[in-house]
């Protein structure tokens, strides 16, 4: 007999479902930050290359979150021997824009060319062509950039393609060009 009114008791305590136990302040809910969304895509994975002294285009679908465009573009590039030890490494960041909430980006890349290393194929702003963007290629070992002698030795590059919107949140893919076994 004790224990049903002791029973009901800490029930009572309980929070009950829907019911909010700890009071909103609608002030701090406008402070918060907003991560937002991001989702990229490699679009024609199915393309084979033969050389990495080739120009090849690479296609992404990328979205974000309402109101989180305008979001970044950024290639990383690893330069591999053929034990796949790494030669070299670098970042080309803001290589494109991303302005709309869903939208196609197109890249050009030169892995042997480091002065044009990529390009913005389809931008969206006045039709002109965006010049090809350096990469500048760091060696593990030392601060400077490597000699053209070293990425001559390059078996395989591994490409990290980046979506950052401009409010948090981001979006990583790699691929790997690797003429040995002529693919990606």
Not at 32 to 41: D, I, M, Y
Not at 81 to 101: H, K, P, T
Request: aromatic share 8%.
């Amino acid at each position: 007999m004790v224990m049903t009114p002791l029973f009901l008791f800490l029930f009572g305590l309980m929070p009950q479902r829907g019911g909010a136990t700890v009071p909103v302040n609608p002030t701090s809910q406008n402070n918060a930050a907003v991560t937002c969304f991001s989702e990229l895509r490699w679009i024609n994975g199915n393309q084979k290359v033969y050389s990495l002294n080739s120009t090849f285009s690479l296609s992404f679908f990328s979205a974000v979150g309402s109101g989180c465009a305008t979001a970044e573009l950024r290639v990383t590039a690893i330069y591999l021997d053929a034990e796949e030890n790494v030669i070299c490494s670098g970042s080309v960041e803001n290589i494109a824009q991303v302005d709309q909430n869903a939208q196609i980006t197109i890249l050009e890349f030169k892995p042997m060319v480091l002065l044009e290393f990529v390009r913005w194929k389809n931008s969206l702003r006045g039709g002109a062509q965006p010049a090809p963007r350096r990469l500048a290629c760091i060696g593990p070992e030392q601060l400077t950039e490597v000699s053209r002698n070293e990425t001559d030795r390059a078996y395989s590059v591994r490409l990290e393609v980046t979506l950052l919107p401009r409010n948090g949140g981001m979006s990583n893919l790699e691929i790997r060009v690797d003429p040995r076994g002529n693919r990606f």
